[in-house]
Structures are given as structure tokens and as C-alpha cells.
């Protein structure tokens, strides 16, 4: 004879079926599909902006040293390693850093001294993500180049100077980013793929 006991109803065991897991585990997957290529384009967005924040603060770095301290300073690029502690810089108009100083630091960036040859003045830190980032600078002619002097007044004063740095990504879609440099001093970065309305837009 059967017991009320026997007679009431299971309750299911709490947890996933193996057709619910197998849903669930179909919709993550989409999700990821979607939502990876938007992350990745963010992050090259995101070192594009750090490196141009940093070129343009250097830039604005040497300009207010020239003005504060009443003498000539000037702003170079510098190939990669320079931000390496031991290893000396090579002047580069694609470089991803910067050294300010008051003569040309090629192969003297590791002097530690301020009154030394090259007077140097300071250095950028070392960018995470500069690898997937392309940095091209050029005068006002269109031809690669690697300084800018600035004067007392804080004017450019090299016929050779930059007036043009171009970041971008090394491969994707992320957005192209510019820096400005006027023969007056005056800096600013810009997206030269905006409508000219745009208060971002390059002049």
C-alpha cells in the first residue's frame, strides 16, 4: 500500500539542464561577438588619445620653459627605446616620445646633469600600446620632421619645424587624431575627419 508520502510530487533539482546551459552558453558567445570589436576599437581609441595628449603636453611643456625661463628650448621626437632607463635616443619624426631640451640630444638623453650638453630639460615616460599607434610628423613644406624650437616669446623660430603630427592606429578603424603647431606657438590638437563646423575640426 502506497504512503502519502510516495504519493506526493518531486520537487526538480535545482540548477541548469543541459539544453538550458547550452542556450545560455549560445548566448554569451553572441554577445562576445558583438561586443569584442567595439572593445578593441576602444582601446586603440584610447592610445591613440593618450599618445596625443602626451606629444601635445610636451609640446606645451618646452613652449612654457621657453617663456619662463627667457631662452631658447626646443622639443624633439624620439624613437621608442628612448624611453628605455640606459638606452640613449635617436631623433625620429615617427617616434612615439619626446625630450625637451635646449641642444640637440641625439645619443645624450641619458645625461642626468641640467648644465650638460644637451641642457636637457626632461623626457617623456614610456606609452603602453605606442606599438599599435603610428605617429608621422612633418614641417610646413610636407617633409618629415623631428623639432620644434621655441624663443623666448614662445614663437617657432626653425624654418624645419614641425607643424603637423599625425596619430593613428597601425591597422582597424579607430579615429585619426592631429597636432597643430602654429608659427606663433600656438598648439592644439584636432580629428581631421570631423565636418569643418565642428569645434574638433582641423583648420
Not at 46 to 72: C, F, P, V, W, Y
Not at 111 to 125: H, I
Not at 186 to 201: L, N
Amino acid at each position: 500500500m502506497l504512503s502519502a508520502r510516495s504519493l506526493r510530487p518531486t520537487r526538480p533539482t535545482p540548477g541548469f539542464t543541459l539544453v538550458e546551459m547550452a542556450v545560455a552558453m549560445a548566448i554569451m558567445g553572441l554577445l562576445v561577438a558583438l561586443t569584442v570589436p567595439g572593445a578593441v576599437e576602444w582601446v586603440r581609441n584610447l592610445q591613440i588619445r593618450s599618445t596625443t595628449e602626451s606629444l601635445r603636453a610636451g609640446l606645451e611643456r618646452a613652449r612654457m620653459d621657453a617663456l619662463k625661463n627667457n631662452r631658447s628650448v626646443s622639443y624633439w621626437l624620439v624613437a621608442d627605446d628612448a624611453a628605455v632607463p640606459g638606452v640613449d635616443c635617436k631623433v625620429s619624426s615617427a617616434g612615439h616620445h619626446w625630450v625637451i631640451s635646449v641642444k640637440n640630444p641625439e645619443g645624450k638623453c641619458n645625461e642626468t646633469v641640467a648644465t650638460k650638453d644637451p641642457l636637457l630639460v626632461t623626457r617623456s615616460e614610456a606609452l603602453s600600446g605606442a606599438s599599435r599607434v603610428t605617429v608621422a610628423a612633418i614641417d610646413a613644406s610636407d617633409n618629415d620632421a623631428s623639432r620644434v624650437i621655441f624663443n623666448t616669446l614662445g614663437q617657432v623660430v626653425n624654418a624645419d619645424a614641425i607643424s603637423r603630427i599625425t596619430i593613428k592606429p597601425t591597422s582597424g578603424t579607430a579615429r585619426e587624431l592631429q597636432i597643430r603647431v602654429e608659427s606663433g606657438g600656438a598648439i592644439r590638437s584636432c580629428d581631421p575627419k570631423v565636418s569643418s563646423s565642428d569645434p574638433r575640426a582641423c583648420p
